[in-house]
């Protein structure tokens, strides 16, 4: 990860938002992942770890959708977007379904 934090630091085209919003994204997850109780029951805890994880990247490719600037890289922040908040979507509907100690 730190070759990947040099190079944006180091490309005259990035913004101090975009990687800020990015990290941030990432350090809420974090926060959000280790604050999380365990239920014992795998389906449940790899339902309730995915969804922090997927609404990482999505707020990670919201990011890039304000400050970047390559076609290939916007493309792909935009379906990411859309297959993530599905998929979210489906996994809170999941655990919905499944209800479980918390």
Same mark, same amino acid.
Request: net charge positive.
């Given at each position: 990860?730190?070759?990947?934090?040099?190079?944006?630091?180091?490309?005259?085209?990035?913004?101090?938002?975009?990687?800020?919003?990015?990290?941030?994204?990432?350090?809420?997850?974090?926060?959000?992942?280790?604050?999380?109780?365990?239920?014992?029951?795998?389906?449940?805890?790899?339902?309730?770890?995915?969804?922090?994880?997927?609404?990482?990247?999505?707020?990670?490719?919201? %990011?890039?959708?304000?400050?970047?600037?390559?076609?290939?890289?916007?493309?792909?922040?935009?379906?990411?977007?859309?297959?993530?908040?599905?998929?979210? %979507?489906?996994?809170?509907?999941?655990?919905?379904?499944?209800?479980?100690?918390?």
């Amino acid at each position: 990860m730190a070759g990947h934090q040099g190079m944006a630091q180091g490309d005259a085209k990035s913004t101090v938002q975009n990687p800020m919003k990015m990290h941030a994204a990432m350090e809420e997850m974090n926060k959000k992942m280790a604050a999380m109780k365990m239920t014992g029951k795998a389906d449940v805890d790899f339902a309730m770890m995915m969804v922090a994880h997927h609404q990482s990247a999505i707020d990670m490719a919201k %990011a890039e959708l304000e400050s970047g600037k390559d076609p290939v890289m916007l493309k792909m922040a935009r379906k990411i977007i859309a297959a993530q908040t599905k998929e979210v %979507a489906q996994l809170e509907a999941w655990l919905k379904k499944n209800p479980h100690a918390m």
